[in-house]
Each structure stands twice: as C-alpha cells, then as structure tokens.
C-alpha cells in the first residue's frame, strides 16, 4: 500500500479512495521521541529559526521517515506550507498541493475536491462509499466528545486526542474504529470527574500537550477542543455529500465563521473561560485581537514554540488566569 | 458584612476595614512593628485585631509577598497578584488596563482583559527599580521622596545597572555641579528607564499605577509618553489590602 502524508485535515476520503494509506504528518512530528530532532534537521537545512515549528517538525518528519508523496495544503492551513512544498520537491519528494478556497463559496468548495479527485483519478460514488464508512467512526469521536462535555467521563487530553486523530485515522481505519470502540466502552463504564472551572480550547493543536494535565491541578478541565473537534468533523452526517461536509467546516475559513461555531459551544456546554492557543511566528496570532473582541468570556492567550510541555512563565500565567476565573465562578 | 484585608508588605503593613462596599478604616503599620507589636505565634502567626483596634469581622483576607508569611490564622491567603488587580479593578473601576505596582522591594506588571488577569510579569531579582532604589537616593540628595518625586525636567543619564553603585554615579554628579532639581530628574528618569523593558511587552491604552511609586508625579509624566491614560489610584499603597476586601466581598457573594 503506497504512503502519502499530509500537512493538515484534507478530504481524506479521496486519498482512501485511491488506495493510500494517509499519514498525518503533524502526529508523526509531535509524538515522536525524537521530535526536537525533526525540528533540529530543518534548521540545519536552513529553515530560520523565527519560523513555526510545526512546518519545520513535518519537513524533519517526512525524511526521516522516507515520505516519498505529500499533500500540501496550501490555502487555509498556513502560507508557509507553499515554501515548504517547493523544498520538499527539490529533495525528490512527489507533491501535491491543495487548496480550501479563501471564498468559503459551495461552488469554489465543490471546484477544489473534484479537481482533487481528477488528481488522483477517483470518482464520487468511490468517495462517498469512503465517506459513509468513515462517518460511522466520525459518530463514536462524537461520542466521546459528548461524553466530555455532558457526563464528564472524558479528561480533555483524551478529548483532543481522540478527535485530532480523525485527521488520518491513525493510518489505518479498521484498527482505529476497533481502537476507538474499545475506548468507548471503557470510558462509558467510568464514574464522572465533575471540576470546577470549564474550559475551552481554541486554535491549532497544541505544541504543549500537558496543558490539559496542568489546568486540571487548578479544579478546572477543558471540555471543548475547537480545531480537533472540526478535524472529526461531528456534522458529517448532516452533509448530503463530500463537497458539503467540507464547506460546513471552520479551521480553514475565516474567523467570522469559526467563531459562530465557537459561540454555539460555548453556549452549549456553558464554558467559563478560553485557552487561544498560537503557534510562535503564526498569522494566527493576530486573530486574538478579533476573538477577543468577539468572545463575553474571559480569553486567555498562550503561545507555543519549540517545546513540547508548557514554559514556566506560561504555568504562572494560567495559573493566575485559572484562580481569577475560579473567584468569578464562585463555590 | 464587615472584611478585613491586610497587605503584608515588604516595608510596611497595609490595613483596610471595608463595611458594606465602603471602606471605613485604612491605616499602616512598619512590617517589623506589625509582627513584632501586634502578632503572636502559635503554631500560626496571630493577628491581635484588638491591639490594632479592629472588631466585628466576618471574613479576614491576608496577602504579601510568599504565601508562608502571609499564612495568618483566621485569615484566608491569596496571591498578592491576584489582590493588586482586584485593588485596581475596586479602584478604578476598569476592567481592561495594564497595571504597574512597584512597591518597596519588587515590581509586577500585569495585564487585565475583561476583569481577568492574561498576563504577568515580576521583578523580585533586582532592587534597582522598586521603590527602596527610590528611598537610598533621596536619602544621598538630602531630600524626602516627595521633593524628589516632583523633578522631571532636564535629566542627566545615570547608567549603572545597580541600585547601589547608581549611589556613587549620583555622587559623581553633585560633585560635577549638577543642580538639585535635574539630580532628582536624573533618579526619576533611571527608575523609568529601567521599567521601560519591563513594560514593552504590554502595550496597552490605559496603565493603573499602584505601590507608593504610584505618587512618584515624574514616573507618570514619563511614562504619558508610552500610553493613552495613565491612571493614578487613589490610594496606591493600600491597593493589595483593598484588593483582599474586594476579593471578600465576591466571596461572600458566591457563598
């Protein structure tokens, strides 16, 4: 079976349907033991140090890991993954790129994919027979999520991983379907953690994956993980095809859009505060200005780098962000 | 429902009394006497609130600098950052503001957004721009702090780094015949160039000045420069033992 990786969420389904087995090129970077190494190969290779380090993670991962084919999504992930193709391509790597369109128009949604099915010279029916097969694993990640929010069952570190791993299905969707059921089961037999202070976590995946660990020593837990939770595509069912369930997704939109989502959930699952997670030297810091205009409740902005736990100075300042939350909240 | 909060202060003991959302009594106490003449220790440090003649309180709020010499008994302890912000926020009435509290021996910086602290910086590693920097010069010129706290025209550059070898330039200055008036410039001047990489990274439209530095009307004119407003509270130095009954007061409401 022929390996392709890919540089963010893309229509999955396609790849599937042409006989890949997909490799979400972030997961292999952040969980690898040797994450700082990746990082380490594309400085030498002369990324600058002021750029992000996820792009610099894949570019570390893909030749580590002998990648031969990569999709790089060019428009409404980060602009850097253009340069980062270019490179890739220059080192024999076969790439494609693709693009969510800026437009968030049906018709410019529905243009991208079917040229992506060109590409890769697969049709609808194949598609969307991928599709419905997917939505039933799609259904118990909502599950799960529900299970967060609702029952309290679920800590958020499970929350986001078991969400962001819908990206690529962890390489193989039987053996993820089967994983996920039995996390399931296990999880609905558990008794409920209820905690004081309820969190939302907002922006990419974080760097820093014992920030769901951390908030949880300060009574408060994060229940809602926007970008993971769009990469698990929770109103797939509700898309009459392929082209509708990837225009009815935030992450690679505008922000007016991710944060009418943002908004419902808040509402929903009565959240006290926001964690805007930002990657060092990304474009998406800026958004901070608009979310925090846009949002009532307090938000917090983090940002993250080259590490993969939280800093000293960003502990502190959760932590006093937490407490002054905890007051407002009351006994 | 009557709160107590007490600031323990590196310098000084700050005391405020507020009943029904007012305050009724604020008074200071030296941070020696305090310990000295009003506490005794029993396991726990006790506060004799007769002897500083307060009664009558429901909930008593303690902060200051370390949890472990603020731990009173009959007291609940909050973070003394936590305490400034909700002094600033009683205050002021803001609820989105930078605030500078340089105290007697540390500084903090902290960002307010929407009531609720998302930023923070300290400086308890050095003593060159806290208040006590201030108190050491003053005593070399001969002058008391509100004198000094008056000068802001025509600095000279002080550049040592250190609050103590600053003591031997200032020095080098008299005897160079600079006047009084732009040697008390020059002090005020080298406080605000030493906060001024502190306060960098926390651009902001409004900055609420706290601690006793708060009354220094040189620091301020300097740093109009750098922001919209800068806004002095009426009462800088009580600012933490307000911000405890403050804190009280939302307590009480949760409860």
Not at chain 1, 3 to 28: C, F, K, M, S
Not at chain 1, 271 to 289: K, L, M, N, S, V
Request: hydrophobic letters at 40%.
């Amino acid at each position: 079976m022929k390996t392709i990786g890919i540089t963010t969420t893309v229509p999955i389904e396609v790849l599937l349907a042409a006989g890949y087995r997909v490799i979400d090129l972030n997961n292999l970077f952040i969980t690898s033991e040797d994450y700082g190494k990746y990082i380490e190969i594309a400085e030498r290779d002369g990324f600058p140090k002021s750029s992000c380090a996820w792009i610099k993670g894949i570019y570390g991962a893909v030749l580590e890991n002998e990648i031969t084919e990569v999709i790089g999504v060019i428009e409404g992930d980060c602009s850097n993954t253009k340069v980062l193709i270019e490179v890739l391509k220059q080192k024999g790597i076969k790439v494609y790129p693709f693009s969510y369109p800026h437009s968030h128009s049906l018709s410019d949604v529905k243009k991208a994919i079917k040229d992506f099915m060109s590409l890769f010279g697969v049709y609808e029916t194949q598609v969307e027979l991928i599709r419905k097969r997917l939505n039933d694993i799609r259904k118990i990640a909502k599950r799960i999520d529900e299970l967060t929010y609702i029952e309290g069952k679920v800590n958020g570190f499970e929350n986001h991983l078991y969400q962001v791993s819908l990206s690529d299905f962890n390489g193989n969707i039987d053996e993820f379907e089967e994983m996920l059921l039995k996390k399931l089961h296990e999880i609905e037999k558990r008794s409920p953690v209820m905690r004081k202070v309820r969190l939302g976590y907002i922006g990419v995946p974080p760097m820093t994956g014992d920030l769901y660990e951390f908030v949880e020593k300060f009574d408060s837990h994060i229940i809602y993980n926007e970008v993971q939770r769009e990469f698990a595509f929770p109103r797939a069912e509700n898309a009459k095809d392929i082209y509708e369930q990837y225009y009815d997704y935030t992450y690679p939109y505008d922000i007016g859009f991710r944060l009418e989502k943002i908004k419902e959930e808040i509402k929903k699952r009565k959240i006290d505060g926001i964690i805007h997670y930002t990657q060092a030297f990304c474009y998406r810091a800026i958004e901070d200005i608009i979310i925090k205009k846009e949002l009532d409740v307090p938000v917090l902005n983090i940002e993250g780098d080259k590490l993969n736990h939280l800093d000293a100075r960003t502990k502190f300042r959760i932590e006093a962000f937490l407490d002054m939350l905890s007051d407002l909240k009351g006994c | 429902m009557r709160i107590l909060g007490i600031d323990l202060g590196s310098r000084e003991v700050k005391v405020v009394l507020m009943e029904d959302e007012k305050i009724i009594k604020m008074f200071k106490v030296s941070t020696m006497s305090f310990y000295r003449d009003y506490c005794n220790f029993d396991g726990k440090i006790v506060v004799d609130l007769q002897k500083l003649s307060i009664k009558d309180v429901d909930i008593a709020i303690s902060t200051g600098y370390g949890r472990n010499n603020t731990d009173l008994r009959k007291f609940e302890p909050i973070n003394e950052i936590k305490a400034h912000v909700y002094g600033a926020i009683y205050q002021s009435g803001l609820k989105d503001f930078i605030l500078l509290d340089v105290g007697g021996q540390d500084v903090k910086i902290v960002k307010v957004e929407k009531g609720i602290i998302s930023d923070l910086e300290l400086n308890d590693k050095c003593a060159a721009s806290c208040g006590r920097y201030l108190e050491n010069m003053a005593n070399v010129l001969e002058v008391s702090l509100d004198e000094l706290f008056k000068h802001y025209k025509d600095p000279v550059e002080l550049n040592s780094t250190c609050a103590v070898f600053s003591e031997s330039e200032l020095i080098g200055k008299i005897a160079e015949g600079v006047n009084l008036e732009s040697l008390c410039s020059s002090v005020n001047f080298s406080l605000y160039k030493r906060l001024k990489p502190l306060l960098t990274r926390f651009k902001g439209r409004k900055l609420v000045l706290s601690g006793g530095v708060a009354r220094n009307s040189a620091l301020i004119k300097y740093l109009s420069a750098d922001y919209d407003e800068v806004i002095s509270l009426d009462y800088p130095q009580f600012n933490g033992a307000i911000g405890c009954c403050y804190y009280g007061r939302i307590r009480s409401k949760k409860e």
